[in-house]
């Protein structure tokens, strides 16, 4: 999945191939089901990604994201407080 700088992404799951010690680790950063984010910039050479959450401002690898199940949200809908 192609994901664009400056877009917003909900979080709607895990990969089934996720380890849960792994998950355990995203999820103690604050990246839970039904968590926005935006993807602020892509590194030169495409990896990492630095994304930010209304809490948190991290960097992860391009890997490390696509075993997040991702939705991309409208820029209005980004605004909302629910994200």
């Known amino acids: 999945m192609q994901l664009p700088p400056q877009h917003s992404y909900r979080i ?6 996720l380890s849960a010690a792994f998950r355990q680790k995203l999820m103690a950063q604050g990246l839970l089901p039904g968590t926005c984010f935006t993807l602020v ?3 030169p050479l ?3 990604l630095h994304i ?3 809490r948190t401002s991290l ?7 696509a075993l997040l199940q ?3 949200i409208e820029a209005i809908e980004a605004g909302d407080e629910t994200c």
């Open 59 to 65: 960097i992860l690898r391009r890997k490390e994201l």
């Open 12 to 17: 709607t799951g895990f990969s089934p191939t």
């Open 46 to 48: 495409g990896d990492p």
């Open 41 to 43: 910039r892509v590194a």
């Open 70 to 72: 991702l939705e991309a």
């Open 52 to 54: 930010e959450t209304r």
